[in-house]
């Protein structure tokens, strides 16, 4: 038995330690290995919110709750502040149920960075159950979709709700998304009927599943997963949790590459002996 | 290092590594925490929906404000279709059941047709009728080529009303390749998600539990 196929019956205990410690190593130490570099796809996403005029008012929807947090809620964060940083006002809104209170403490946290107020320059929506229906009905009105924010008050109060009826008041749609209801929804009910433009922060194994919309425009950006987040942090200059992770990221990624390439060499090599 | 006081940090750090322990092999304490997981998590999710959905779309509209009768026949109606769900424990009244599934499978089909006919079909065929040359742009003129040579072929492989043969047999295995590497792409940002997810608790661990690094 030659040492490649001897691999064949390596305790695989050995590759979840090594993938351990090429994650905590670099995260206990901080290793830089290469800086990240931004993407087409991730610039498109910053060209578009750049694109928004200062004092206009963005629809920014967090579909996603605690289980996706470490994927999501980096983007989410960058998305607020590079939104904020813009004086540009946010109606947050979210689809899943444990969501909004990880828009709130986004909205919080980039509110408090750029001295915004609650109720005038964003406004948390909150949770509204019915996935498709709730986005099909905000095509016809949002203040009668979602009557009160978060906190209870009626929207009619709210100032940053002041003019807005429905996604004609909005030049953008940010959604970060977990899953379904997410993006998919979000372009099949507004963007192909409504025609507002989009740009989506995604779950990396759900990223695939978008390109489609991204060629054909129906995304105007995306970002995949941690490393999408990570390249967004550093287009907006505001590096945070997406890019600290990425040097342990791309050093487990070329450790499972390199486990994959030396699976298939040690199948190739018994397969061989086989033969013989 | 500076390790938290704080007993909610303590329980969510020990459960986290008593998931991990599973990696080494299955054990009491990850049988204790899954378990943990599961009976919390169905508690978590009956209170989110109570709260999330059932009051304040029904509970808090039907019984917070004066009775006029159009305002809560809207209301009635929906709660008694949700009733009619339970019917299903009932056998000889389980057929009230197929009132509110008919309702549901009524209105999403709708709602989603229209939705995925305009975005994934309509806008993806306009999406793939693109130029092979793009002035000035190689790269760009490639892409294109590939993407609508890859598109075709896919199509191909997917068309079972020949045989797989000859010049069709080829064209069907391109289209092989193109899935392939889709597959790998998939399967590449699934890598990524799960360690992802547990750089996400590793930092948890290192931050808010151990206080060695700060994020």
């Not at chain 2, 309509?122 to 092979?132: D, E, Y």
Request: hydrophobic residues 50%.
């Amino acid at each position: 038995m030659s040492g490649l196929t001897a691999l064949r019956k390596l305790d695989r205990r050995w590759i979840f330690l090594a993938v351990g410690l090429l994650v905590v190593v670099p995260l206990a130490v901080g290793i830089h290995i290469a800086p990240v570099q931004p993407s087409a796809r991730a610039r498109g996403f910053y060209d578009a919110i750049e694109k928004v005029p200062a004092g206009s008012t963005v629809l920014l929807a967090g579909d996603y709750d605690p289980s996706t947090v470490a994927e999501n809620y980096p983007m989410h964060l960058a998305a607020a502040r590079h939104l904020m940083r813009r004086n540009i006002k946010i109606v947050g809104l979210a689809l899943y149920p444990g969501g909004p209170p990880l828009t709130d403490q986004v909205l919080r946290i980039a509110g408090g960075e750029y001295g915004k107020k609650e109720g005038v320059d964003y406004v948390n929506l909150g949770y509204k159950a019915g996935n498709e229906l709730v986005m099909s009905q905000m095509g016809s009105s949002i203040p009668r979709t979602f009557p009160v924010d978060r906190r209870g008050i009626p929207v009619s109060q709210i100032p940053v709700m002041r003019g807005v009826q429905n996604y004609a008041n909005f030049p953008l749609l940010v959604n970060i998304s977990a899953g379904y209801p997410g993006t998919k929804e979000w372009v099949q009910q507004v963007v192909s009927r409504y025609h507002l433009p989009m740009v989506a922060g995604v779950t990396a194994v759900s990223a695939p599943e978008y390109y489609p919309y991204l060629q054909a425009g129906q995304l105007k950006g995306l970002l995949g997963g941690m490393a999408g987040g990570a390249e967004y942090e550093v287009l907006i200059q505001k590096p945070a949790l997406a890019t600290r992770g990425m040097d342990a990221q791309s050093l487990a990624h070329l450790f499972i590459a390199f486990m994959i390439l030396l699976g298939n060499l040690a199948f190739l090599g018994e397969d061989k002996e086989r033969r013989r | 290092m500076h390790l938290s006081t704080l007993p909610g940090v303590w329980i969510s750090a020990l459960l986290t590594l008593g998931i991990f322990s599973f990696l080494y092999k299955d054990n009491p304490v990850y049988k204790f925490c899954e378990h943990l997981f599961v009976g919390i998590s169905a508690g978590y999710w009956v209170v989110l929906t109570y709260y999330g959905t059932i009051k304040p779309n029904l509970v808090d509209p039907l019984f917070g404000v004066p009775f006029t009768f159009d305002r809560h026949l809207l209301l009635v109606m929906p709660l008694l279709l949700s009733l009619f769900l339970f019917s299903r424990f009932f056998p000889r009244g389980d057929w009230l059941s197929r009132w509110p599934i008919a309702m549901v499978l009524g209105v999403y089909p709708a709602l989603r047709i229209t939705g995925f006919a305009q975005s994934d079909l309509v806008q993806q065929i306009n999406g793939s009728i693109l130029p092979f040359w793009v002035a000035g742009n190689a790269y760009a003129s490639f892409n294109n080529i590939l993407l609508v040579l890859g598109l075709l072929a896919t199509l191909v492989f997917f068309f079972f009303s020949t045989e797989h043969k000859g010049a069709i047999g080829g064209i069907a295995k391109v289209g092989i390749y193109f899935l392939m590497v889709s597959f790998g792409a998939s399967y590449g940002y699934t890598v990524m998600a799960r360690v992802s997810l547990l750089i996400g608790r590793v930092m948890f661990l290192l931050d808010s539990w151990l206080g060695v690094v700060r994020f």
